[in-house]
């Protein structure tokens, strides 16, 4: 048996026989890293073959048998609506998120609910079974249908599920799990390929649901092969850092729904709770009172109309280059609403700082938050307070125009359910009734109701 070092780029899964610092085939950076590897002969390769097998006979497309898709709810009513009303049998999700973010936690709640009449296999290869079954008891979930095991080897893990056969499978996770028949280290592009290769081939036949655990990197990309993301059908990622109370989880990929729906849980003494009314929520802080630099908006996140606050402080500078930061909002969109303000109303910005923040840390991409950021800095820089019954609805150009967004009859309606009394948004051509609607054509008509 020989074996023969390689340097594998740990994004993409190229090898080099030297080191390289930038790699040739998705030129990221320092991203070469040193394995040990099997040298086998090629009777040895044709001979090997994997533990488990996944093929199905040819068939026409008229003649394949079409299934309905069965969905299963995991008595979690934010995931269910995540994952467009449950999962189904033989589907793989991937979820990702940062350290501590409530992954684990997430998968023990969903497991205490399906175990009631599923049978759950809980795969950790991070935590000893006395320390999941405390985290269990604090978070009060009763475990009566739930196994649980402490492995690292696929081997055994395929055994364990030959033998338990349960019908959901949770591994936490795919990082920390390694194919005996590969001499690189547990976490390595090789290693996270193959092990998620087997769980694939053993659970789709089966219809065994699984839930894969993935770290990420500390550039917030899925840690491993993109291909590992090609393999599962749901990929899942808490957008939130952990140190925030609101726990966001969207979806990347959905082969049996919708990718446009967005999950909101708070991190409670009892783990994860739903966050149905999200404005509620968003809207704790008072809104009766003026404030400078503050204007709400509504954003969409999925189907669902979220209440928004926008916060924008415009201070003098003392540098020469004036600063411009953004928290939860696109920097090089807040850049362009800064530079449309400047031409279109004369406000003078070259000798501010300027930073534009959403309230309740969350990470939101809507064009219809321009309006909103555009009223906040007006604000901020004149120093004239904005009503908290306002609410800014709109897309801004950078000519300065106004434009519609999409749902914008959702919107308009959450807001008055809200309790607003003024709506602005942009001129449309089928103009929307009501006394509490203000129509703006473009930022300097928006700047008149501001004084």
Request: aromatic share 6%.
């Amino acid at each position: 048996m020989k074996f023969k070092t390689v340097f594998t780029c740990q994004k993409c899964g190229y090898t080099s026989t030297k080191w390289l610092g930038q790699c040739p085939d998705c030129s990221a950076w320092n991203t070469m890293a040193e394995e040990v590897v099997q040298e086998e002969s090629k009777t040895a390769k044709a001979a090997r073959k994997s533990f488990t097998e996944f093929s199905s006979e040819l068939t026409s497309l008229k003649d394949a048998c079409v299934q309905d898709l069965k969905r299963i709810p995991t008595g979690i009513k934010e995931f269910d609506r995540l994952v467009c009303g449950g999962l189904v049998e033989g589907q793989m999700i991937l979820l990702a998120g940062a350290p501590g973010i409530g992954k684990s936690t997430l998968m023990l709640q969903i497991a205490g609910n399906l175990s009631k009449s599923k049978k759950v296999l809980y795969v950790s290869g991070e935590e000893s079974s006395s320390q999941i079954a405390g985290r269990a008891a604090r978070l009060k979930v009763k475990g009566d249908n739930i196994t649980l095991l402490s492995e690292t080897n696929m081997l055994n893990i395929i055994n364990a599920v030959e033998n338990e056969k349960p019908q959901i499978l949770i591994l936490d996770s795919i990082q920390t799990v390694y194919h005996p028949e590969f001499s690189s280290s547990a976490g390595t592009i090789g290693q996270v390929r193959e092990s998620a290769a087997e769980i694939l081939r053993l659970a789709k036949p089966k219809g065994i649901i699984v839930f894969i655990l993935g770290h990420i990197t500390k550039e917030g990309s899925l840690a491993g092969p993109k291909v590992l993301e090609h393999m599962v059908d749901s990929v899942l990622y808490f957008d939130t850092e952990r140190d925030n109370v609101l726990r966001m989880l969207r979806a990347h990929k959905n082969r049996f729904g919708s990718t446009s729906e967005t999950a909101l849980f708070k991190m409670g003494a009892c783990g994860l709770e739903d966050v149905e009314d999200a404005s509620a929520y968003f809207s704790q802080t008072s809104r009766t009172k003026t404030m400078t630099g503050r204007a709400f908006s509504i954003a969409a996140e999925g189907t669902r109309p979220i209440l928004t606050e926008v916060q924008a402080l415009a201070s003098p500078t003392h540098y020469p280059f004036p600063r411009r930061i953004s928290t939860g909002i696109d920097l090089n969109r807040c850049q362009m609403l800064l530079a449309a303000l400047e031409k279109h109303i004369n406000i003078n910005l070259e000798n501010r700082d300027v930073y534009v923040s959403l309230a309740g840390g969350t990470k939101i991409s809507d064009p219809a938050l321009d309006m909103a950021v555009c009223a906040a800095v007006i604000s901020s820089a004149r120093d004239k307070a904005l009503d908290g019954s306002c609410v800014f609805i709109g897309e801004i150009g950078i000519l300065g125009q106004s434009a519609p967004v999409s749902m914008m009859d959702r919107r308009i309606e959450e807001a008055r359910r809200l309790g607003m009394k003024k709506i602005f948004i942009p001129a449309m051509r089928d103009p929307v009734k009501g006394g509490d609607i203000i129509q703006i054509e473009d930022l300097y008509s928006l700047s008149l109701h501001i004084k």
